[in-house]
């Protein structure tokens, strides 16, 4: 989730978010986030959002990235990314393509990697 445009969230954004999280999760989907601004990481962690999991947290800090083609990565795997664009960053049409076709391999039930 790209929150660059997120500047500020309130109690009922974060119950939302949070409910959003274990929806995901029920369904076997991580939630990760991206660009989080100061004023909402500051409220997600007052709230007790990066808590251990087992002691009531809701997202890991782990899940959490400066940019959305950091998350996309580590979604991915570093390596195919590295391989795939040698040593140059790759653009975000680029790692969206890559991750269209990923999802195409996962569809298909006969993941690579």
């Known amino acids: 989730l790209d929150c660059g445009g997120i500047n500020m969230i309130d109690l009922s954004g974060l119950h939302m978010l949070k409910e959003l999280v274990r929806d995901l999760e029920a369904s076997g989907v991580t939630l990760l986030l991206a660009h989080l601004k100061e004023p909402v990481r500051w409220r997600l962690k007052k709230a007790g959002f990066f808590e251990p999991l087992g002691e009531g947290g809701v997202i890991s800090k782990s899940h959490c990235f400066s940019h959305v083609s950091d ?20 653009s975000h049409n680029e790692l969206m393509s890559m991750w269209e076709e990923r999802e195409d391999v996962f569809a298909s039930g006969s993941p690579s990697a």
């Not at 990565?73 to 990314?81: A, D, E, F, I, R």
């Open 71 to 90: 998350a996309v990565t580590q979604v991915m795997g570093s390596q195919q990314v590295h391989c795939t664009m040698g040593n140059r960053v790759p």
